[in-house]
């Protein structure tokens, strides 16, 4: 798609003298740009002489002879590129438009067929009843989930972002600096910031993992299957006591299906819950009707005479009926494509620093995708929440066009909320920041309230909170990244949520 903005000789001309006088202001004031080749009309030369890679001065925006006709050069160049339509990506845009960096520069090339939204609806909100006021789009648009404006189609055209749907990366050549979409489309970026997220863990094809009535959820596609399976369904089985699984379960309640949960873990949520937590969620979730088998996984899931989803066949032997599967069993980072960036393979996702740079100069990667260093706990990590997505996106594009140099400093946070549509007796919303490592207190009955503490060498690392005020769910992050000295045996004998909070309060203090 040629862009408007672009097909004059005139200007052409004016964009390309305010690139070189970019670059000019970046040598003065030593910008981080300056260190990653930012220049869509100057695109790196490629050579095999590395030492000219690594030199800022060497990828800097500075004119060079032109060897390309302006029309395809119009047509083929652009000075960002956004490679993926989530979350990450609608915050990057945003904040591209805030340094008044996205008119006629910023590109999105997505797999997706919408404007990019917040993701978490899709297993929350977007799967209430349908009489009960459920999520759909342009409600859910980036970026209403921190409070900010809804990104419609509309406001990407009148940002003058160009955006290219359901046509997502085939190749990329890092020497070239191009890009090749499935359609066959030619793009050649100044930088780049790869925002693919992640994709669903699928079950394999030899054990029905493709069968008629068997749903994964990372799309809206994949949500609007899984509503118009329901709308038939009488029996749901949920693969996996994570997330999806916990959350998909509570929307299948709503829907009054006969709901069961399989896992092969002791308990739910088995990465963050103590057992302890777990077994109040579990018997709130049964109090529902959904019923729990655990420590077994599934051997298979059997298809009936008509080809669909007929029963789970589990390891111990026992066969559960079903019309309908949910599997949520995990999910992988998007990047395959992207071998010669640089992967992690200890904990996937694409190898950065501190400001999202990989090892090629002027190519960067965000949110799920990325595998960047967690800076409160000394170590390499990759979270697949949407948290990290908004905040990394933001980091990786404010340290691009400025001269900010600061490392990424995030504070790991997990959240979730089930049971919020109308005439359910009680709606869950927890938070949890920090690390859970150490031991744990745990204080409350969970009526609704319940708070767990997590503690490692007299140090509070981590808190959860279920059913807290807004002033309560605001001091969590505060004690996490603080890591006060806490005295344990005093937390132990507080008599209810809000006793204990004001210790763990009180110990900022100390």
Same mark, same amino acid.
């Given at each position: ?145 921190s409070g900010g404006e809804r990104q419609t189609p509309d ?92 959350? %998909?379960?509570? =929307? &299948? ?8 949960? @399989?896992?092969?873990? *002791? $308990? !739910? ?96 990667? %965000?949110?799920? =995708? &990325? ?8 170590? @390499?990590?990759?979270? *697949? $929440? !949407? ?73 509070l690392k981590g808190v959860l909170l279920e059913s807290g ?42």
């Amino acid at each position: 798609m040629i862009n408007p903005r672009c097909t004059s000789t005139s200007r052409l001309r004016i964009t390309m003298a305010s690139a070189v006088r970019r670059a000019t202001m970046a040598s003065s004031s030593n910008l981080i740009s300056l260190k990653h080749g930012l220049s869509l009309w100057c695109p790196r030369i490629a050579s095999g002489n590395q030492s000219s890679r690594s030199s800022p001065m060497a990828t800097a925006s500075f004119p060079r002879r032109f060897t390309v006709s302006a029309a395809s050069f119009a047509n083929e160049n652009r000075e960002f590129v956004i490679v993926g339509g989530g979350n990450a990506a609608g915050y990057a845009a945003r904040t591209f438009v805030d340094h008044g960096m996205a008119d006629g520069k910023l590109c999105i090339v997505s797999k997706e067929a919408y404007a990019p939204y917040e993701r978490p609806a899709l297993t929350k909100g977007y799967l209430f009843p349908l009489d009960k006021k459920p999520a759909r789009l342009p409600g859910f648009h980036t970026c209403v989930g921190s409070g900010g404006e809804r990104q419609t189609p509309d406001w990407y055209k009148e940002k003058g972002i160009e955006t290219l749907y359901e046509d997502p990366v085939a190749k990329i050549d890092t020497e070239k600096q191009t890009l090749t979409t499935n359609s066959g489309k030619l793009l050649k970026y100044g930088s780049l910031i790869i925002a693919t997220g992640s994709t669903a863990t699928r079950l394999p094809d030899k054990i029905g993992g493709n069968l008629p009535g068997v749903h994964y959820i990372r799309d809206v596609a994949d949500a609007d299957a899984l509503i118009s399976s329901w709308e038939k369904a009488k029996k749901v089985v949920v693969v996996g006591g994570g997330y999806i699984g916990m959350e %998909v379960a509570a =929307a &299948a309640v709503g829907w009054k299906l006969d709901t069961t949960v @399989i896992f092969p873990e *002791e $308990h !739910v949520m088995k990465r963050l819950f103590t057992p302890s937590l777990a077994q109040k969620y579990e018997e709130l979730y049964r109090n529902y009707g959904v019923k729990f088998v655990k420590g077994t996984s599934m051997k298979n899931i059997e298809a009936g005479s008509d080809g669909r989803v007929a029963a789970v066949k589990l390891e111990n032997g026992s066969v559960i009926e079903a019309d309908t599967v949910v599997v949520g069993i995990g999910a992988k980072p998007a990047v395959n494509l992207f071998e010669s960036v640089g992967l992690n393979h200890t904990v996937g996702g694409i190898e950065v620093d501190g400001q999202f740079r990989t090892k090629i100069p002027g190519i960067f990667a %965000v949110g799920d =995708a &990325a595998a960047f260093p967690l800076k409160i706990y000394d170590r @390499i990590t990759r979270v *697949e $929440h !949407v948290d990290h997505a908004r905040q990394s996106a933001q980091h990786c594009v404010k340290s691009l066009l400025t001269a900010n140099s600061a490392t990424y400093d995030y504070l790991p946070y997990f959240y979730s909320r089930v049971f919020e549509y109308e005439g359910t007796p009680r709606k869950v919303w927890w938070q949890f920041f920090g690390d859970n490592v150490g031991e744990t207190v745990e204080i409350g009955k969970f009526d609704p309230k319940v708070a767990t503490f997590w503690i490692d060498s007299g140090k509070l690392k981590g808190v959860l909170l279920e059913s807290g005020s807004p002033e309560e769910f605001q001091l969590l992050p505060k004690l996490a990244r603080d890591q006060p000295s806490i005295d344990k045996t005093k937390l132990q004998k507080a008599s209810t949520v809000e006793e204990a909070l004001d210790i763990a309060r009180a110990s900022l203090e100390s």
